[in-house]
């Protein structure tokens, strides 16, 4: 059974940050890419940020710069570091994996959803 189990989520004020964590076990075949997708409430979920196994990363264009996606082959975690954080990155944020295609970009791609975990940034 696939099992994702995520971390780092919690409450900030604007400006500061937060590093979210993924660790993935029971997948198979193999694993080639996770990601982070977000659900604002009243919105539909987007991408946030991806990254395969060979280390090829795919970003929101507009939250480039402020948000990095790393992945620890060996632990099969990834990691979403998010910087200067404001009020409009408030959502619920999704860890997904891919066992069948390097995506993990689109909701396509994904063959394994994470529970999700809140993130609220005040003003």
């Known amino acids: 059974e696939v099992q994702l189990v995520e971390s780092g989520g919690g409450s900030v004020r604007a400006g500061g940050s937060l590093r979210l964590s993924c660790a993935a076990s029971?997948?198979?075949?193999?694993?080639?890419?996770m990601g982070w997708f977000r659900q604002a409430p009243g919105k539909s979920r987007e991408s946030v940020a991806a990254i395969d196994t060979d280390g090829e990363t795919s970003y929101k264009t507009a939250l480039k710069g402020r948000f990095t996606i790393s992945l620890d082959n060996a632990k099969a975690t990834a990691y979403l570091q998010m910087n200067s954080l404001t009020p409009e990155d408030t959502a619920t944020y999704y860890c997904?994996?891919?066992?069948?295609?390097?995506?993990?970009?689109?909701?396509?791609?994904?063959?394994?959803w994470g529970k999700g975990q809140t993130v609220t940034i005040s003003s």
């Open positions: 997904a994996i891919s066992t069948v295609t390097y995506g993990c970009f689109y909701h396509g791609d994904i063959t394994t």
């Open positions: 029971g997948y198979s075949p193999r694993l080639y890419c």
